[in-house]
């Protein structure tokens, strides 16, 4: 499954960017979505995921309230709303997927070793 980022960019304190990840046209509304992000000097963490239904989603604690994940099937795209941006959110925001089953509406994982498939990442940066 290829993926591709976009609209990352440099934002203030505060303010609000919202990422798209772009799938194939094929299969993609087979595929259970993640986002991860990966600060200079850091692990990749988790930040949220989506079943391939759209039914079920999961956050990083530090993210709840301020991130929304959500998709939409009919244009291959899952996003990432970011509200409240912080200097620690700073980093590059990868999209990962995997194909699941037809059957497994309600599943996300929040594993990075759960996924297949990786964008090339779009970079975030929060100034103060």
């Known amino acids: 499954v290829q993926l591709a980022e976009s609209g990352g960019g440099s934002v203030q304190a505060g303010g609000s960017l919202r990422l798209s990840c772009e799938g194939p046209?094929?299969?993609?509304?087979?595929?259970?979505t993640g986002w991860f992000r990966q600060a200079p000097g850091e692990e990749r963490e988790f930040v949220a995921a989506?079943?391939?239904?759209?039914?079920?989603?999961a956050y990083a604690d530090s993210m709840k309230g301020r991130f929304a994940i959500s998709r939409d099937n009919a244009k291959n795209t899952v996003y990432l709303q970011m509200n409240s941006l912080k200097p620690e959110d700073t980093a590059v925001y990868y999209c990962?997927?995997?194909?699941?089953?037809?059957?497994?509406?309600?599943?996300?994982?929040?594993?990075?070793?759960?996924?297949?498939?990786w964008g090339q990442g779009t970079q975030v940066t929060v100034s103060s």
């Open positions: 990962a997927g995997r194909i699941v089953g037809v059957y497994q509406t309600n599943i996300s994982y929040n594993t990075s070793s759960s996924y297949a498939s």
């Open positions: 046209r094929s299969s993609f509304d087979r595929v259970a």
């Open positions: 989506i079943s391939w239904s759209g039914e079920s989603t």
